[in-house]
């Protein structure tokens, strides 16, 4: 079974710090793909990044950047410098690869709520 | 930017009464998914099409919950009768997914509908 686990509910930090969001999933396909979502307090919810299970490369992207683990079955997400705009909810999914078709549906875990104090 | 559309953004109605919420996806993405957030069970699927062709509704309650897309550029999800648990924030998604290329596409999500069955 696919499962993801963001175990911080809330974190709060303050302007200028940088903050580490954990992920952690469970899946037996072999082939997969890891995505972080970002839904501000208007409610809408934003693409930030992808990951694929046999890219292990892990990138940085402005403030943005992740730690893929297959290892350990993390996905981690670092925001550096803090913003008071990056105050969100930020949610870590997964989507397994299938057979016969991509399968498409996307787990998500229940989300971390960030809090960037000014 | 290309974005999904949702229609209404917010509905409050009472008991009982027919809501039909609306999606316009991404031109060209071939894959439409409704996800409905509520506090107590975050993020959860309730159906989704491929080429318009319904593929998943397990996640939706059959008896009342109906989802069709009548054409490329609509997909439709209506409540009938809706009641008070159905209140929460239904997205729409769309994607180009498939193999090779199209498998790690992310979904974009619209803005939701914020409903409320008083």
């Known amino acids: 079974a696919q499962k993801v686990t963001q175990a911080q509910t809330e974190i709060s930090v303050v302007e200028k710090e940088d903050v580490t969001l954990d992920c952690v999933y469970e899946?037996?396909?072999?082939?997969?793909?890891l995505f972080w979502y970002k839904q501000p307090p208007s409610g809408e919810l934003v693409f930030l990044i992808r990951?694929?299970?046999?890219?292990?490369q892990n990138e940085i992207s402005g403030r943005y950047s992740w730690n893929f683990q297959k290892s350990t079955s993390s996905f981690n997400f670092t925001i550096t410098a803090s913003q008071v705009v990056d105050s969100a909810v930020y949610f870590c999914?997964?989507?397994?690869?299938?057979?016969?078709?991509?399968?498409?549906?996307?787990?998500f875990g229940t989300g971390t709520l960030l809090a960037v104090q000014p | 930017d290309a974005r999904v559309t949702q229609t209404p953004r917010d509905k409050v109605t009472e008991m009982g009464q027919e809501v039909t919420m609306r999606c316009q996806p991404i031109?060209?993405?071939?894959?439409v998914f409704w996800y409905r957030q509520t506090m107590m069970q975050g993020l959860e699927l309730l159906a989704y099409?491929?080429?318009?062709?319904?593929?998943?509704d397990s996640g939706m309650p059959k008896d009342r919950f109906s989802a069709e897309m009548p054409d490329a550029t609509l997909a439709t999800l209506k409540i009938q009768p809706s009641e008070p648990r159905d209140s929460a924030v239904y997205f729409c998604?769309?994607?180009?997914?498939?193999?090779?290329?199209?498998?790690?596409?992310?979904?974009?999500f619209g803005d939701g509908t914020r409903l409320s069955i008083l």
């Open positions: 998604a769309s994607g180009r997914q498939g193999w090779g290329a199209y498998s790690n596409q992310p979904q974009h």
């Open positions: 899946t037996r396909d072999t082939t997969y793909y």
């Open positions: 990951r694929n299970s046999f890219d292990e």
């Open positions: 999914a997964l989507r397994e690869g299938g057979y016969g078709g991509a399968t498409n549906k996307l787990i």
């Open positions: 031109l060209g993405h071939n894959t």
């Open positions: 099409f491929r080429n318009r062709a319904p593929l998943d």
